[in-house]
């Protein structure tokens, strides 16, 4: 079975920083694509960031220059390395992996930054 566990969500001041991490219960290198989406409060959940299974990488405009997603296929991981952190920022992160055809959802971390 599939599962994909986020964690390193707090409560963090504005311009701070947090890493986020999603670790696989399969290997990640079967994931053709890795995904991180948000969900503000009242809000739809919206993309993020990407990394490819060929080593490319996308970012939304709300997040482009300050986030990096990475992945480590060693540990079956991929991280969100989330840097000068804004107030509106605060949301549930989820990774989401693609993988054979079907794409997999994490449970959440939550992600607040205090002004």
């Known amino acids: 079975q599939v599962q994909l566990v986020e964690s390193g969500g707090g409560l963090v001041q504005a311009g701070g920083s947090l890493r986020l991490s999603c670790v696989a219960s399969?290997?990640?290198?079967?994931?053709?694509?890795m995904d991180w989406y948000r969900q503000a409060p009242g809000k739809q959940r919206e993309f993020a960031a990407r990394?490819?299974?060929?080593?490319?990488?996308s970012y939304s405009d709300s997040v482009k220059g300050r986030f990096t997603i990475s992945r480590d296929n060693t540990k079956n991981t991929v991280y969100l390395q989330m840097n000068s952190l804004k107030p509106e920022d605060t949301a549930v992160y989820y990774c989401k992996g693609s993988r054979l055809g079907y794409d997999y959802w994490g449970q959440g971390t939550q992600v607040t930054v205090s002004s």
């Open positions: 399969v290997s990640m290198g079967s994931f053709s694509v």
């Open positions: 990394a490819t299974s060929g080593g490319s990488t």
